[in-house]
């Protein structure tokens, strides 16, 4: 086989290929330069965005268990419900600024508030001690009876691997009785519907009623009156979700 022949190439396009190819390699250089700035300025954000979500949150949480304590000083007593003060009901708890929260009354003058920090931490309140605490031993309260209802309930509400299993949905009507889910919900509810939602087996998880606007199974529904809900084994655990009814608080204590 013969040499190759040589390829003559004119001096300017040799130098246009020179530019070209420093171009590419500053563009790489730049690229990473960024790349590695927009990283550490990320983690810069990220380090400071936490401690200043704490501290918000530790404002709100004051002000969950002032809003307990002024109740306590106008009636002298513990209130029932942290419905009865405003605060929304939710599966995990009550809700207030974006924290889920429980309240549990150990005796007439004893209750503790509870939940799950940013960081995932386990933060508790008793009222007793007048402070919080995190990661709290918990082992010496004798909790009530409801506490281990509440949780049976919030065990079987967690049920997002059978979203695609279709409720039953019946008595539907419009909302002639102005009832209103408690919380930050704006406007009436134009209609109402009994609702079963079910096990993968076709047994019911839990039923009750529900207010909406738009669609009885969206996101914008929400539980009043008094539901039931079932374990795989078939008990049966029963909570009253408070509401109001033509602006009167109709409520239940926690079972």
Not at 31 to 53: Q, S
């Amino acid at each position: 086989m013969g040499a190759k022949p040589m390829v003559f190439v004119p001096p300017e396009r040799r130098q246009a290929m020179k530019r070209f190819g420093k171009i590419i390699a500053y563009s790489i250089a730049i690229a990473f330069v960024l790349i590695v700035a927009f990283g550490i300025i990320a983690t810069y954000l990220m380090g400071h965005k936490v401690p200043a979500r704490r501290n918000v949150e530790i404002d709100y949480r004051d002000k969950i268990v002032d809003r307990i304590e002024s109740y306590i000083s106008a009636n002298g007593r513990l209130p029932e419900s942290l419905s009865c003060v405003g605060f929304e009901q939710t599966y995990g708890g009550y809700a207030y600024k974006g924290i889920v929260f429980d309240y549990i009354r150990l005796n007439d003058k004893e209750y503790v508030v509870e939940y799950k920090s940013v960081d995932g931490i386990l933060t508790q309140y008793i009222n007793t001690e007048r402070h919080w605490a995190e990661e709290p031993n918990i082992c010496y309260i004798e909790m009530p009876v409801n506490a281990d209802t509440i949780a049976a309930i919030n065990r079987i509400s967690n049920f997002e691997q059978d979203y695609n299993i279709a409720p039953i949905i019946d008595s539907i009507s419009y909302n002639h009785s102005q009832i209103c889910p408690i919380g930050d919900y704006v406007g009436m509810p134009d209609s109402i519907a009994y609702i079963r939602y079910l096990y993968k087996n076709g047994s019911t998880r839990s039923e009750g009623w529900i207010t909406y606007s738009d669609n009885p199974e969206n996101d914008f529904s929400n539980e009043f009156g008094e539901w039931k809900y079932y374990d795989e084994e078939g008990n049966c655990y029963r909570r009253f979700w408070n509401y109001k009814q033509n602006g009167k608080l109709i409520y239940e204590t926690d079972r």
